[in-house]
């Protein structure tokens, strides 16, 4: 248990040292300096790899590649990504306190009659999420 307290220490310093702000107007899929995308520089892959299963992060990743460019919204870097030719029926959003270093990852999952969302946060809920963010996602999917 101690392990796992100082592990999640360790992140959270990690990440609120971390400046993210370059990537702003960026793509996830694009290379910083180092030639890493967002999602290979080493304190975000860190921090995802902690709080996502393996089938998680291929889905944010992998699978759901059609991306809008990285935005700032409140001081939380914003990531939104989902299924190419079904962005209303599957996405996923990553919302990064560039403040404290916490991260949210919500998943949203439309399968015939059933709906799936689902949040995974370092830290907090997603209700606690500035209300444009909280916005940004639902519009994921049910388009303006």
């Known amino acids: ?50 709080l996502l299963k393996r089938r998680e992060m291929k889905l944010l990743t992998k699978t759901y590649i059609v991306s809008s460019r990285i935005s700032l919204i409140q001081g939380f870097l914003v990531v939104q990504r989902c299924m190419p030719h079904c962005c209303p029926c599957a996405h996923v959003m990553l919302a990064i306190d560039l403040k404290d270093g916490r991260f949210h990852i919500g998943f949203y999952d439309h399968k015939s009659e059933r709906v799936t969302i689902k949040w995974i946060s370092s830290e907090g809920e997603f209700q606690n999420l500035p209300k444009e963010i909280q916005d940004e996602f639902y519009h994921g999917h049910n388009p303006r």
């Open 1 to 50: 248990m101690t392990f796992i307290a100082l592990l999640l220490l360790s992140l959270h310093a990690e990440g609120s040292s971390l400046d993210l702000t370059n990537w702003v107007g960026k793509y996830p899929h694009d290379t910083d300096k180092d030639g890493l995308t967002l999602f290979q520089v080493p304190a975000v892959h860190a921090a995802l790899s902690h």
